[in-house]
């Protein structure tokens, strides 16, 4: 799975302010409401029905607080979900983000090949590599010509893209709004949340969101070491300061943060959650209130403080890059850290390499609210064209959005058995052709994407212990009432304000200003621009209504 991609919820949190609209949003301009693309005072759009797919049977069965689907076995018989001719063996075009390698080339890559064969298309695929992705799109939005079928939006904040999106890109209301996407069985297996944390644009539908699990930025933990040193799975606030403290020492410690976007620590979501403190944004009688301002965001810092200054946290955490976080975390230097959710995976599990159990934390205060995620990375949408031609880019998307259980999940996920994978003792077991040909080096998925479920080929004790720690804490989780709403604000100041909370954070934590002047950082946020999102958040709000 992709965890860098998560980690863009992580830096959400880390700024614990527009930045729910600013990353969500990816877009906004015009009037205080959002101008043109605002929904307020306009027609909906109807979400799309919910059919959900019946799929194999789960060892145990996920439920409507975001829990997944549990397997600890990969199924024994496939289902076909698509059955007629995908595509009309045109060459089509896309462009999506990568956060690894680039792909082989088509003509030495089995399996492109072998995809392009299942959808009947010559499907020549762009990878942007991440840190490139923000000037890409700004100078493919400023030509507005020669643009690819398929452009993938991330949650990153893409001045004036809505406009962009609107004006170049197709309207999908007819096709996937309401019943109409049940022409797309693959489609309307998407939950309704992801939907509405793409959000419409103008009342309309113009995108197919990359769905992600409920569970936002998670604090992994290495459960061979605290076995080890008896710390319990659950604690109170008291017990996780002394195991950190446990954990630490002769070049060892407790936990490992890292930078965030702006010079944060996206680590604060973990701990707000577990204090309960509101998921960026409160909603009362239709008004938006900021965390930043609530008591239990200010016990969050100070949990956070007391930490670095029983020198539990790893010193260089405000400029080591997560990659290197990670690595300290799977080679042990670290024994926790906390990162996207998707880092629950069989790639994190390989690192590790069978030298600790992996763990998940979790929440430890009183009356926790775990913070959930927006439910989608980004979203697909498709180059203005004849309506049979956007119905053929909607069944590739379809294509590559088959849910786990399916011949069409099997080639998207993992190639080509006997290529890239082969099955033994039921389960996958990859070949080494799959290290570079992959849904990863080659990001099909970003075209389209199966609602996932948690199934770790290998590792079933893990998968179990991430089912058990979803069914303790989801029920308590809460998402940010902001996903999916409009704000211009947010967009054209959310790095200013998104920077001064940021940076008050680091400041407040590591001790180069006192708790006191966290309430004249919050301040300065709300005259910078945090006043005026919630105010445009509340007239979203109201409009969604």
């Known amino acids: 799975m992709d965890n860098t991609m998560d980690r863009r919820a992580l830096f959400r949190g880390a700024l614990g302010v527009a930045a729910a609209s600013v990353l969500t949003a990816c877009g906004g301009?015009?009037?205080?409401?959002?101008?043109?693309?605002?929904?307020?005072?306009?027609?909906?759009?109807?979400?799309?029905?919910?059919?959900?797919?019946?799929?194999?049977?789960?060892?145990?069965?996920?439920?409507?607080?975001g829990v997944q689907?549990?397997?600890?076995?990969?199924?024994?018989?496939?289902?076909?979900?698509?059955?007629?001719?995908?595509?009309?063996?045109?060459?089509?075009?896309?462009?999506?983000?990568?956060?690894?390698?680039?792909?082989?080339?088509?003509?030495q890559n089995r399996y492109w090949q072998a995809v392009n064969k299942a959808l009947n298309v010559d499907l020549q695929v762009t990878v942007v590599p991440d840190?490139?992705?923000?000037?890409?799109?700004?100078?493919?939005?400023?030509?507005?010509?020669?643009?690819?079928?398929?452009?993938?939006?991330?949650?990153?904040?893409?001045?004036?893209s809505l406009e962009f999106i609107q004006a170049s890109c197709a309207d999908l209301s007819e096709f996937v709004?309401?019943?109409?996407?049940?022409?797309?069985?693959?489609?309307?297996?998407?939950?309704?949340?992801?939907w509405k944390g793409m959000g419409r644009i103008n009342g309309k539908i113009y995108g197919i969101p990359l769905e992600r699990p409920t569970p936002a930025n998670s604090l992994f933990v290495n459960r061979t070491a605290m076995n080890e040193a008896d710390i319990p799975e659950t604690w109170t606030t008291e017990q996780y300061l002394e195991a950190m403290k446990e954990l630490s020492g002769d070049r060892k410690w407790g936990l490992g943060w890292f930078k965030t976007l702006f010079g944060g620590l996206g680590s604060i979501t973990y701990h707000a959650g577990s204090l309960g403190a509101p998921n960026t944004w409160s909603l009362s009688g239709g008004q938006f209130t900021t965390t930043l301002g609530t008591p239990q965001f200010e016990q969050a810092l100070e949990v956070m403080r007391k930490l670095v200054e029983a020198k539990t946290v790893y010193p260089d955490s405000l400029t080591v890059s997560s990659t290197d976080m990670q690595t300290h975390f799977h080679n042990g230097?670290?024994?926790?850290?906390?990162?996207?959710?998707?880092?629950?995976?069989?790639?994190?599990?390989?690192?590790?390499?069978?030298?600790?159990?992996?763990?998940?934390?979790?929440?430890?205060?009183?009356?926790?609210t775990p913070w959930q995620g927006p439910g989608m990375f980004g979203y697909v949408t498709f180059k203005k064209a004849a309506p049979e031609r956007i119905k053929m880019l909607l069944r590739i998307s379809d294509y590559l959005s088959a849910p786990f259980g399916t011949?069409?999940?099997?080639?998207?996920?993992?190639?080509?058995?006997?290529?890239?994978?082969?099955?033994?003792?039921?389960?996958?077991?990859?070949?080494?052709?799959?290290?570079?040909?992959?849904?990863?080096?080659?990001?099909?998925?970003?075209?389209?994407?199966?609602?996932?479920?948690?199934?770790?080929?290998?590792?079933?004790?893990?998968?179990?212990?991430?089912?058990?720690?979803?069914?303790?804490?989801?029920?308590?989780?809460?998402?940010?009432?902001?996903?999916?709403?409009?704000?211009?604000?947010?967009?054209?100041?959310?790095?200013?304000?998104?920077?001064?909370?940021?940076?008050?954070?680091?400041?407040?934590?590591?001790?180069?200003k006192p708790p006191s002047a966290w309430k004249d950082i919050v301040t300065q946020w709300r005259n910078a621009g945090g006043d005026q999102v919630a105010e445009e958040l509340a007239k979203e709000h109201a409009a969604a209504q």
Do not use: C
């Not at 009037?31 to 145990?60: E, H, I, R, T």
């Not at 007629?84 to 082989?104: N, R």
């Not at 490139?132 to 893409?158: R, V």
């Open 333 to 368: 230097t670290v024994a926790s850290m906390q990162d996207g959710f998707g880092s629950m995976s069989l790639a994190t599990l390989t690192k590790i390499n069978g030298r600790f159990e992996l763990g998940m934390g979790y929440p430890y205060g009183p009356s926790p």
């Open 407 to 512: 011949k069409e999940y099997e080639l998207a996920n993992y190639g080509v058995e006997g290529v890239h994978f082969t099955k033994e003792d039921g389960g996958i077991k990859t070949l080494e052709l799959f290290q570079t040909e992959n849904n990863s080096t080659l990001p099909f998925r970003y075209i389209g994407t199966a609602p996932s479920v948690i199934y770790l080929p290998g590792h079933p004790e893990t998968a179990r212990a991430v089912y058990d720690w979803q069914k303790a804490t989801l029920p308590k989780s809460i998402a940010d009432p902001a996903n999916g709403l409009r704000s211009a604000t947010a967009v054209s100041k959310g790095a200013q304000i998104g920077r001064i909370a940021g940076d008050g954070i680091a400041a407040v934590v590591f001790g180069r």
């Open 29 to 65: 301009g015009g009037s205080s409401s959002g101008g043109g693309v605002s929904n307020a005072g306009k027609q909906l759009v109807p979400w799309p029905a919910y059919v959900p797919f019946a799929g194999p049977k789960p060892d145990a069965a996920g439920d409507d607080t």
């Open 177 to 194: 709004g309401g019943d109409a996407v049940k022409q797309y069985p693959n489609l309307a297996n998407i939950p309704t949340y992801a």
């Open 131 to 160: 840190p490139e992705y923000g000037q890409k799109m700004t100078t493919l939005m400023a030509s507005g010509s020669d643009l690819p079928d398929i452009i993938m939006f991330t949650n990153l904040a893409l001045p004036h």
């Open 69 to 107: 689907n549990l397997y600890l076995k990969y199924p024994e018989t496939l289902v076909q979900s698509v059955n007629d001719t995908v595509g009309d063996g045109s060459k089509v075009t896309a462009l999506v983000v990568t956060y690894g390698p680039p792909p082989t080339p088509v003509t």
